[in-house]
């Protein structure tokens, strides 16, 4: 029986700037980055490193030519933070491009967009 959610794959173009983007301007840590030397690299990457979930950058190229039949495209992430606006204005510092906080019946949420245009919600933590 599954338990929890262990790695999302998320497919980048560009790894090194999406390390970048979610390590600088986010403030995840890299966890590992692996390399087996044929051309297959994948950058863990998490909001903490004791953190249950992770996310593994893959190239989207590669991946597309190994594998022709996968769905490449960016799953819908839903984060949680306990300080909203605090991480609000630090995106926004970052010139990261930030979607206005809104008001939902499950708490405060608001978008952001990571350097390739994808983009993924921030849920206030109650």
Wanted: no cysteine; charged share 25%; glycine share 6%.
């Amino acid at each position: 029986m599954i338990n929890k959610v262990g790695q999302i794959m998320l497919y980048v173009n560009n790894q090194n700037e999406a390390k970048e983007f979610w390590t600088e301007k986010v403030g995840f840590s890299v966890i590992s980055e692996e390399d087996n030397g044929q051309g297959m690299k994948w950058i863990e990457i998490a909001p903490t490193k004791e953190a249950a979930t992770r996310i593994i950058l893959h190239n989207k190229e590669l991946i597309a030519k190994m594998q022709p039949e996968m769905n490449l495209g960016t799953p819908s992430l839903m984060f949680f933070s306990e300080d909203i606006d605090k991480l609000y204005n630090d995106l926004l510092n970052k010139n990261v491009i930030v979607g206005e906080i809104v008001n939902m019946p499950s708490g405060r949420v608001f978008n952001f967009a990571d350097n390739e245009n994808n983009y993924y919600a921030v849920m206030e933590a109650k």
